[in-house]
């Protein structure tokens, strides 16, 4: 398993490795505040749906943690009540950071219910608190347990299927979109696990992955962890899936999902979309990888799930290291963010997010197994397997 990794915790003090210096620098940064966290989700330090649950949690964590410790208390822990206010405030306040991922929701809404039920049973600030600490810690540690697994589900569903098919089932290439590895969660990854499983069970030829612009999730931190695991893999543009289709033999499309519709319309990083109208042209397996806590069954279809738009000027610009090399006084490698376009373009279109329609995806895959669709079904029922 790689040892890269999205946050470090210990005790009450939280880093993150920043995401937007990676693959050249790797830099870990305090988070010391619920602002500080809010910023590094919404600046994308940190990215991915199941990383920026888990550092929302651990900063309410920490934060409560720390107020346990100070002298003389804060006010906020002198009763309950007050308690109660207070965390409410700053839940809803890391909730608005990013609005695609369900997860974020989640587990806000997980510690709204922890602070709800241990208030109404009458107990004391303190304890509360604590009830809060411990909820939050179980949320970031739940998740890599719950990677390992939907990647052993999904993996021998995939294997099978193929040589079902009649194909060999271990000399898999499969494609995956954005990043969905240790970085993006709190280890070892969800589609980007599977490939992993594949690899580490000997089923995996090569790995494929688009550069996910204009963020360059797979260029910078796709590469950046094939790399570390040594996986043998390829990276294409964004433009080139249809012809990877038309000239490699992919055995699947992997990736991962932000919010999951009770019909299985799926939010992904922006390009899943294309990718998957082109898998379906192609009659190749499209699976999507995520925790059941990224189903939303509050949401019939994906016309409902809220897509990010983020700011035009990050479609302008690209973040990397100058090249050829050089290195600055302390022997990193110099960053630079390029303009790419004219200044002061009067137009520019940047969802984060596309929505994959359910008919287009062969298979759901969560920690719970596989869920497929009904024979001729154009979408899945998913209200029975969360
Ligand atoms: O904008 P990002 O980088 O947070 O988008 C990430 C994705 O789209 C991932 O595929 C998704 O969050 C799943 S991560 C396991």
């Keep these: 398993m790689t040892g890269l990794t999205s946050i470090r915790r210990s005790g009450d003090k939280i880093e993150i490795v920043n995401q937007l210096l990676l693959p050249h620098t790797t830099e870990f940064i305090e988070i010391n505040?619920?602002?500080?966290?809010?910023?590094?989700?919404?600046?994308?330090?940190?990215?991915?749906?199941?990383a920026i649950a888990s550092l929302a949690a651990l900063a309410v964590a920490s934060h409560l943690s720390r107020a346990l410790q100070?002298?003389?208390?804060?006010?906020?822990?002198?009763?309950?009540?007050?308690?109660?206010?207070?965390?409410s405030a700053r839940l809803a306040f890391l909730y608005t950071a990013r609005p695609t991922a369900v997860n974020l929701g989640a587990a806000t809404r997980r510690l709204e219910g922890t602070l709800r039920t241990a208030v109404g049973a009458g107990k004391e600030a303190?304890?509360?608190?604590?009830?809060?600490?411990?909820?939050?810690?179980?949320?970031?540690?739940?998740?890599?347990?719950r990677n390992r697994e939907m990647v052993k589900w999904g993996g021998e569903w995939l294997v099978e299927r193929v040589r079902a098919a009649g194909g060999a089932g271990d000399e898999l290439n499969v494609m995956t979109v954005c990043n969905t590895g240790s970085l993006a969660t709190s280890g070892y990854g969800t589609a980007l696990g599977l490939i992993t499983y594949l690899h580490e069970t000997g089923k995996l030829k090569r790995?494929?992955?688009?550069?996910?612009?204009?963020?360059?999730?797979?260029?910078?931190?796709?590469?950046?962890?094939?790399?570390?695991?040594?996986?043998?893999?390829?990276?294409?543009?964004?433009?080139?899936?249809?012809?990877?289709?038309?000239?490699?033999g992919i055995h699947a499309?992997?990736?991962?999902?932000?919010?999951?519709?009770?019909?299985g319309d799926t939010a992904n990083k922006v390009g899943t979309y294309n990718a998957a109208v082109l898998a379906a042209r192609h009659n190749i397996p499209f699976i999507v990888v995520a925790p059941i806590?990224?189903?939303?069954?509050?949401?019939?279809?994906?016309?409902a799930i809220p897509i990010e738009q983020r700011p035009p000027l990050e479609a302008c610009l690209v973040r990397g290291a100058l090249y050829p090399f050089s290195l600055n006084a302390q022997g990193i490698k110099e960053q630079a963010t390029v303009m790419v376009t004219p200044e002061g373009l009067e137009g520019v279109y940047n969802p984060s997010f596309d929505v994959t329609p359910a008919e287009l995806i062969t298979a759901i895959v969560t920690e719970k197994g596989v869920a497929v669709k009904r024979d001729g079904a154009k979408a899945f029922d998913l209200s029975s397997v969360v």
């Design 33 to 50: 505040t619920i602002e500080e966290a809010h910023d590094a989700i919404k600046s994308m330090k940190i990215r991915g749906a199941p």
């Design 70 to 87: 100070t002298e003389p208390v804060p006010a906020f822990l002198a009763s309950s009540e007050a308690l109660k206010a207070h965390v």
């Design 126 to 145: 303190r304890e509360v608190a604590r009830a809060l600490i411990s909820e939050a810690e179980t949320i970031d540690d739940e998740d890599v347990g």
């Design 207 to 248: 790995a494929f992955y688009t550069q996910s612009t204009p963020y360059h999730q797979g260029s910078r931190l796709t590469a950046f962890e094939l790399q570390s695991l040594k996986i043998p893999s390829t990276m294409l543009c964004d433009s080139m899936v249809g012809s990877l289709f038309q000239h490699h």
């Design 253 to 263: 499309v992997a990736v991962g999902a932000d919010r999951i519709a009770r019909n």
């Design 293 to 303: 806590s990224t189903v939303d069954l509050e949401i019939a279809d994906g016309s």
